[in-house]
């Protein structure tokens, strides 16, 4: 059995100097699954370093959510640094390692201003952004843009379509078979898993899907000249590339699905105080505009936004409001229903083995 010693802290924003003395004792943050170029974590990531003079070990930066929780589980004991503190998984993975204790509660000073319906109300798990599914184009090869998603079944996408991530595992790539479902099942939420498999299981008999991970680099080297990704992830890679190739994004006509992202305390961290000190950083005003700059729809964005401490620059660099008007949010329910169809089901009907 292993005893976790640490300095016992108050919460919210009275015990904010005590908080800091006992995250600077513990000296670390160990994080996972956050590559810099997502959500612009590269540079919120860099911010909290400046601000608390803490060290950020990153652990597996493209590891999927599955992935995260496995961490936990398997480190369960070990208080070296392949023990995460922190987690950023899809939204239908925080109450699944609730359930399986593996979370530890906590809520941070602006806990008020994160919606009700993306928190749980006992502090294990809190929303943290969101965005939607979007088709990432390498428009130096690509001359005509799919506009939906039957579109992607047409011979003209040959070998050019994946998925960003192993949807056996990554939220992401659970979230895209999903929103093709959604389209194929003309927005009916209960038949959208099978219907995405379905899809799925006929671009790749079509030749048209690329069972490799889709990133920035496959798609800048034509490997992958068509991704689906979250919104935010494309256009930081259109940023990023420069042009080299051009990018496109294109937010598809119907199933149009919007995923939101939660954070999450180990309950087995070894450094539990650095983990709740980043968790105020994340969620302060400078925190959530961090995620803004990077593309995401930060949880208190409609806070920030009535409160007027979003800059206009930042709101003219994302897609125009109307591409998300018809965007569905599933709930934790429906989510966790087409998780496990999708991940039980995707080798058996599909059969594209994803690396």
């Known amino acids: 059995m292993v005893v976790l010693t640490f300095v016992a802290v108050a919460t919210g924003q009275t015990g904010m100097d005590k908080l800091v003395a006992a995250a600077k004792q513990e000296g670390q943050l160990t994080v996972i699954a956050l590559p810099h170029d997502w959500c612009g974590y590269g540079e919120v990531i860099n911010g909290f370093k400046q601000k608390y003079g803490l060290k950020v070990n990153e652990l597996n930066p493209d590891a999927g959510s599955g992935d995260e929780v496995e961490a936990i589980k398997a480190n369960k004991g070990n208080m070296g640094p392949q023990a995460p503190d922190v987690i950023d998984v899809g939204l239908s993975f925080g109450p699944s390692a609730k359930k399986d204790g593996l979370l530890q509660p906590y809520k941070v000073s602006t806990w008020s201003t994160i919606p009700n319906d993306a928190k749980d109300a006992e502090g294990y798990w809190y929303g943290d952004y969101y965005g939607v599914l979007a088709f990432q184009i390498n428009a130096d090869m690509v001359t005509i843009f799919p506009r939906d998603w039957p579109d992607l079944l047409k011979p003209e996408y040959k ?17 895209g078979v999903f929103a093709a479902g959604l389209s194929a099942a003309r927005g009916n939420v209960d038949a959208a ?7 799925f299981a006929d671009l790749n008999k079509r030749g048209n899907f690329v069972p ?11 490997a992958t000249p068509i991704v689906i990704r979250w919104d935010y992830n494309a256009l930081a890679d259109r940023d990023t590339l420069k042009g080299n190739p051009r990018v496109e994004v294109v937010v598809p006509e119907s199933g149009v699905v919007a ?80 998780k496990q169809t999708i991940t039980k089901l995707w080798d058996t009907v599909v059969g594209a083995n994803v690396k």
């Open 159 to 175: 070998n050019a379509v994946a998925l960003a991530g192993d949807p056996r595992a990554s939220n992401q790539a659970i979230q």
């Open 193 to 199: 898993a099978d219907a995405g498999l379905k899809f």
């Open 212 to 222: 490799v991970i889709g990133k920035a680099a496959s798609l800048a080297q034509g």
């Open 259 to 338: 995923g939101v992202y939660v954070q999450a305390i180990s309950a087995y961290a070894p450094h539990p105080n650095a983990a709740k000190l980043w968790m105020e950083y994340l969620y302060s005003d400078d925190g959530q505009l961090g995620w803004l700059k990077g593309y995401c729809h930060p949880i208190r964005f409609q806070n920030l936004a009535n409160s007027r401490k979003v800059p206009a620059d930042m709101l003219a660099k994302l897609p125009r409001a109307d591409a998300y008007a018809k965007a569905i949010f599933p709930t934790l329910e429906q989510q966790a229903q087409a």
